[in-house]
């Protein structure tokens, strides 16, 4: 391959007259060597390197003399190049693929030429494509803790003086400043009112339990006011406090919930409420397990509230006229994958919880389930506001019913009746009520609005089944978030639009713009956040309930969030329940493709280590499996049976069935269902939903094995690669009609 300089040299040889060469015998000069296949056309195959290095690290060069390119194939460069001087293109091995090289290097046999020509292209970086334009550390937290100026710590004397419980730290933050938390902890307003996750709160005597992990955005407080007319007797705050001048008061308490040992169980999120690496000896500890942040970092990111968003939320919950005493309001918020269409809907459900004293939420995305784990469609009633990513609030849910699957492409005829059964009772037993005389909230008790979250499936039939939704909600707010296509080139900037009712449906449109991807943390995708709430739904505890909580078995119980999780021990080592199947369970059901051929001999293999969906129905509604005849002992099942009714049937929750005995006809269920639920469910519902790697494992063995079992010898569990029939991923055929093909 010839160089740049050798090149060069050989078009001025052709043009001048050639001088004679200096003879061997002469020791002063060195002769310039002329190969002989330069006067003829060059040949294809690649010359032997003569510095003695590999043709592999060779590159093919096109030499074009005596003229220079002004554009390329990708990007646009200046002609830097003066006096027709040669240009060598770097190429690939095929000329059909596009040049990848974009830096000229000279042979290392010419590095003193080089130096006396100074090409200006031997060290010019050209990028081909276009480079995403990396965000600058931005300033998190302006405030600058001092203490006994704007940090206070108070003993557990001075907090129970003040109306507060544990050792507190008190914070006064002035309006400029702002305060970035990372961690769990208690935050209580004592004076002013502040704004944190796009809600503002006013001083009360409610502690709101705020989760800021690093696999979420972390809240920013602000504040918003400073006026101590309406909460100056709220709280005794001491004259040390007291006398401070500045903004907002704000009471930090740490949390005692153990939610940070789910990082232990499932190993992705381990450590996410504690600073990274490279921000422990720079941040500021305000309490135990609560860390001041200062700056942004590429896993530390801030929520930041879009102004479309701010504008919608701000029309969204203005009371409204005299004329309309009793706002009947249904929100439905749509939108793509990974635009911020679940994080909006929470943000909505906060502010609405500021005006109306419980907010009903529909859950219609079951992949990514904001209240319940995935393959859920379920009817939550929200009472406070919630501060967290998914998997820090699980709940039971107000009704539900098992779809099984993190998408409804296997059922699309259940999911459909599942929500419209959820609408209806929404509309008759949640909707309206009798006000509340004697409750000292005034916020608005006799009417609850409803939240609808859609799935991010907006294309085929995911597009039909959401307008099919839509249509069943009746909503009088549509919120939909454009994002960018998630292949290929991004489309224009949409227009943002507000107030728009000429829409066929008479319903406020809203089209909002997603959330912008430089503040999305690319640590954890969507698989590792389902996995983490399946896994957070197994290991919470849930407050206890007797069965004097309702006076009927048909009366639905009130929802109930998880305050703590028992992480201390993984799912194989807790204690599980005990039941008689023959007694407890009815009938058993598979969803799914490919379960309509199970065969009833084959159902014990099949339930044995499954999540399974518990399903309370009205007695009379579903057909009962009588046991076979020859007296065998079988589970109530019968190929190819019937799904729930939604109409009469809930699911109250899953279930992981750890093993189910040959002999005998008990089995072994691990749920955090609490037992007086747990008896009312009389079926079982089997879908493709299954448990994670992460809960087959035991963290807490230290020889990588499973409950004392070495790991090459534990069941349903295989290290390395898979072998045998059946040992490659499943894949299943789907063969669904688009509505163009019928």
Aim: hydrophobic share 35%; glycine share 6%.
């Amino acid at each position: 391959m010839l160089s740049a300089i050798a090149a060069r040299r050989a078009a001025q040889a052709a043009s001048k007259q050639p001088s004679p060469l200096p003879t061997p015998s002469s020791p002063s000069l060195d002769p310039i060597p002329e190969p002989k296949r330069n006067s003829n056309p060059p040949s294809k195959r690649k010359p032997s390197s003569g510095n003695g290095k590999s043709s592999r690290d060779s590159k093919k060069a096109k030499i074009v003399p005596g003229r220079v390119p002004t554009t390329a194939r990708y990007f646009e460069s200046k002609n830097t190049i003066e006096g027709g001087e040669d240009v060598i293109m770097l190429g690939s091995s095929s000329d059909s693929e596009p040049d990848i090289q974009a830096k000229l290097v000279l042979d290392s046999s010419d590095d003193s030429e080089a130096e006396e020509t100074q090409n200006p292209l031997a060290s010019t970086e050209l990028p081909l494509y276009p480079q995403p334009l990396r965000s600058e550390p931005s300033q998190l937290s302006t405030f600058k803790p001092t203490r006994d100026l704007n940090v206070f710590e108070l003993s557990a004397d001075e907090a129970s003086a003040t109306g507060l419980r544990n050792e507190t730290s008190v914070i006064s933050i002035d309006r400029e400043e702002t305060l970035a938390l990372l961690g769990t902890y208690a935050l209580t307003v004592l004076k002013g009112s502040v704004s944190i996750l796009g809600v503002t709160l006013s001083a009360s005597k409610e502690a709101h339990h705020v989760f800021a992990p690093r696999s979420a955005p972390i809240p920013i407080l602000r504040c918003t006011s400073s006026d101590v007319h309406d909460d100056s007797n709220i709280y005794s705050l001491p004259p040390r406090v007291r006398n401070n001048h500045g903004g907002a008061v704000v009471a930090i308490q740490s949390l005692d919930t153990d939610v940070e040992g789910l990082g232990r169980v499932c190993r992705v999120f381990d450590g996410v409420f504690e600073p990274s690496r490279w921000q422990r000896s720079s941040v500021e500890v305000i309490r135990p397990g609560v860390s001041l942040v200062t700056h942004s970092t590429r896993d530390v990111l801030p929520f930041v509230l879009p102004e479309s968003w701010s504008v919608a939320l701000s029309a969204a919950e203005t009371p409204p006229s005299s004329e309309d005493p009793i706002p009947l309001s249904v929100y439905v918020v749509k939108g793509t994958k990974k635009s911020g269409k679940s994080t909006f809907a929470r943000t909505l459900l906060n502010r609405l919880l500021a005006r109306f004293q419980r907010v009903a939420y529909l859950e219609c995305d079951v992949g990514q389930s904001e209240f319940t784990p995935g393959g859920l469609v379920a009817l939550n009633v929200i009472h406070n506001p919630v501060f967290g990513p998914p998997f820090t609030h699980p709940s039971l849910p107000y009704r539900a019913h098992y779809v099984g699957a993190t998408s409804p492409r296997c059922s699309p005829a259940h999911y459909l009746a599942a929500v419209q059964a959820l609408l209806e009772t929404y509309k008759l037993e949640v909707q309206t009520s009798m006000p509340d005389d004697e409750s000292i909230d005034t916020r608005v008790t006799d009417v609850t609005p409803l939240v609808v979250n859609t799935m991010g499936w907006t294309k085929g039939l995911g597009a039909d089944m959401n307008a099919k939704i839509e249509e069943l909600a009746e909503p009088t707010h549509v919120f939909e978030i454009i994002g960018p296509e998630e292949k290929g080139w991004p489309t224009a900037p949409p227009a943002y639009d507000f107030y728009d009712r000429s829409a066929p449906s008479k319903a406020f449109q809203y089209t909002l713009e997603a959330i912008s991807p430089n503040l999305t943390n690319t640590h954890f995708n969507a698989v590792d956040q389902r996995n983490l709430n399946i896994l957070s739904y197994f290991h919470a505890i849930f407050p206890p309930i007797t069965s004097t909580s309702f006076s009927s078995p048909s009366t639905p119980i009130r929802q109930m969030t998880a305050t703590k999780w028992e992480t201390s021990h993984p799912l194989c080592a807790r204690y599980p329940y005990e039941v008689d199947w023959s007694q407890a369970f009815d009938q058993v059901i598979l969803i799914g493709a490919g379960y309509e051929d199970v065969i009833p001999s084959e159902i014990s293999n099949v339930l044995n280590g499954a999540i399974v969906g518990l399903v309370e129905y009205e007695p009379g509604s579903e057909d009962p499996v009588y046991p076979d005849s020859s007296g065998a002992r079988e589970l109530p099942y019968a190929q190819g049976g019937d799904l729930p009714v939604p109409s009469t049937s809930t699911c109250h929750g899953l279930a992981l069935i750890r093993a189910i005995s040959p002999s005998s006809s008990h089995m072994h269920i691990l749920t955090p269902i609490p037992p007086a639920i747990l008896a009312r469910c009389r079926m079982i519902v089997k879908g493709e939903l299954e448990l994670p790697i992460w809960g087959m494992l035991d963290f807490t063995d230290a020889n990588e094995g499973v409950a004392g079992v070495e790991k090459g010898r534990v069941p349903y569990l295989q290290w390395g690669k898979s072998e045998g029939l059946g040992g490659e991923r499943r894949r299943v055929r789907r063969n669904l009609m688009r509505k163009a093909q019928m």
